[in-house]
């Protein structure tokens, strides 16, 4: 058995070390948290399946929060006069009540049908709605860096969500209770700084605690939650289309019930575990997933922890080299900076058209409820294609592709755009445009597929112990991108193929973007900026050939081999 073990090990690249007791003398297995996975407890089993469940969910309140000021904000309809009032206007048109006296006309809808109608954001104060929305994305920017850098240096994935999950339920009621606008636009961007934390966090937590070939797909499964809450936001918008306020208030109790009732089956990310030092609960979190898949760690099995030192060989005395990495900044390394900043930018283009498509669905001329949930239903075939095709095809050429699509989408937008006030009103008359919709809707998918894409290719571009920091920035690259959406929606409404322009514009601009980062398919996680800088350096001498022998990497076990 012994001879086994050390057998696997040194394929592995693993150290044994032999501690003797009295006369006889224990073997210690040594490894990484993938070796565990990928050899002992298995990719994605059962164990697997039910975290990546439990954590995922938390991304239906994160879609639902995030695009409630469709239904909230809304522009109401219809107006018509008051009984015993004379007033003449088109009825179909907000504008036209503009020359009209106070007190002679109201909504059909009801004064608290939206924000817009109960607070009269109308006329010359017809700008006031974006405030809100850009504010909301502008706080989950300061949110994302906020939660990264406290699930990475302070309180784990976990605890952050819990965190974050208490926070949006706090101010998603208090949003309720908004007396005027500007408290409103506050309490907005309070709550887009509460649900910040939701999303990086859950995606780490899930990706981080199954095996390599599976963290795409894994990735992508959190999306058809995200999915789930756009396409529930109709079904609730409708049902309280006669007061914004319950809409909120409806919205409040999911993050809520969600941290009491399933949070606590969760389990902490054995990766942060195991870089904070923690060896013996990351070990206990690894046993429960293989308890629960039907198997057993070996008794003598220990984690290789990247931030300490020990013997001197193999990939410990990297480990032991990059000690001091794990107190190193993603900003203080050069080659981790200049990636960061180029996934940035990146985010800022995809941020900006995916968020901008959804809020647009006003000037469509349809049903409201109609389009958003026909735009809710592309997210699913999104998730679903960029499900399978990250299985085998490369991060960076299904990003940019899906970038490229979009943009190109947005542009064919233009050639069936009505633009004027005089020409829309006559597309809504005779039903809108179906082809407009239809290539906006699959603009809108492939923008969704780069969207979630990205998510994914950031978390296998940067090594643990920034990982979670770097998923932030990139979060709010793309919460920047969408607080400036916004104000394209608002100069839709005066030329809707400018603003089509301007979206392809963007999406073109990210995917060109994306072909000066790394390819990161099949690439193993490493733990610090030290090893993941030597990994990517040995995958470039052994793609290119400079090596005359495969050589393993500090990250990496015997599947490389297996594959070459």
């Not at 095996?211 to 939650?225: A, E, H, P, S, T």
Request: aromatic share 12%; charged share 15%.
């Amino acid at each position: 058995m012994e001879e086994e073990q050390e057998l696997i090990a040194q394929q592995a690249g693993l150290s044994i070390s032999s501690v003797e007791k009295g006369s006889s003398t224990a073997t210690k297995l040594e490894l990484t948290v993938d070796e565990v996975i990928e050899g002992y407890i298995g990719s994605f089993g059962l164990s697997q399946i039910l975290h990546v469940f439990l954590v995922s969910l938390a991304w239906t309140f994160d879609s639902q929060n995030t695009l409630a000021t469709i239904f909230s904000d809304a522009q109401p309809s219809s107006w018509r006069c008051k009984a015993g009032s004379v007033c003449e206007g088109d009825q179909s048109s907000a504008a036209s009540v503009c020359a009209l006296a106070p007190g002679t006309w109201e909504w059909i809808g009801g004064k608290t049908s939206s924000t817009i109608a109960e607070w009269s954001l109308i006329c010359d104060r017809k700008f006031l709605p974006a405030i809100p929305a850009s504010l909301f994305f502008l706080g989950s920017l300061l949110g994302s860096a906020f939660f990264g850098r406290l699930a990475d240096k302070r309180l784990g994935r976990k605890r952050t969500v819990l965190l974050s999950c208490l926070l949006t339920s706090a101010t998603s009621f208090l949003t309720s209770l908004s007396p005027n606008i500007w408290i409103y636009a506050l309490l907005r961007f309070s709550n887009g700084f509460a649900r910040a934390g939701i999303g990086i966090c859950c995606l780490v937590l899930s990706t981080e605690a199954v095996g390599r070939k599976w963290r795409g797909q894994v990735g992508q499964y959190g999306f058809f939650f995200f999915t789930a809450g756009f396409l529930s936001l109709p079904m609730i918008g409708y049902s309280t289309r006669t007061c914004w306020r319950t809409l909120y208030k409806i919205l409040s109790l999911f993050p809520l019930v969600y941290s009491i009732v399933f949070l606590p089956f969760v389990s902490e990310s054995p990766r942060w575990l195991l870089v904070m030092g923690r060896s013996k609960e990351a070990l206990d979190v690894l046993k429960n997933f293989a308890r629960l898949n039907g198997k057993k760690l070996p008794t003598n099995l220990s984690l290789a922890n990247p931030s300490s030192s020990g013997n001197k060989t193999g990939c410990e005395e990297s480990a032991e080299r990059s000690a001091a990495d794990a107190n190193e900044s993603l900003w203080t390394t050069k080659w981790a900076a200049q990636r960061m900043i180029l996934v940035m930018f990146t985010g800022f283009g995809v941020g900006f058209v995916y968020y901008g498509i959804q809020l647009n669905v006003e000037n469509l001329n349809f049903d409201l409820y109609f389009s958003v949930a026909f735009n809710a239903l592309m997210e699913i075939p999104a998730v679903i294609i960029g499900t399978v095709l990250l299985s085998f095809t490369n991060r960076r050429f299904l990003f940019s592709q899906s970038a490229f699509l979009a943009g190109v989408s947005c542009i064919l937008c233009i050639f069936f755009s009505n633009n004027g006030a005089q020409n829309q009103t006559k597309a809504a008359k005779s039903g809108g445009s179906w082809p407009q919709l239809t290539i906006e809707a699959i603009g809108f998918m492939a923008a969704s597929t780069a969207f979630d894409v990205l998510y994914i290719y950031c978390v296998e571009l940067f090594p643990t112990n920034v990982r979670n920091f770097a998923v932030s920035f990139l979060r709010q690259a793309l919460m920047l991108g969408a607080s400036v959406s916004p104000s394209l929606v608002v100069l839709g409404r005066l030329s809707p193929s400018l603003s089509f322009l301007i979206f392809g514009g963007f999406a073109i601009f990210s995917g060109v973007l994306s072909l000066w980062l790394p390819e990161t398919k099949d690439a193993p996680l490493c733990e610090t900026l030290n090893m993941q800088q030597e990994e990517e350096e040995i995958r470039r001498r052994n793609l290119s050939g400079e090596n005359h022998v495969f050589e393993l990497g500090n990250c990496d076990s015997d599947d490389n081999l297996e594959k070459l």
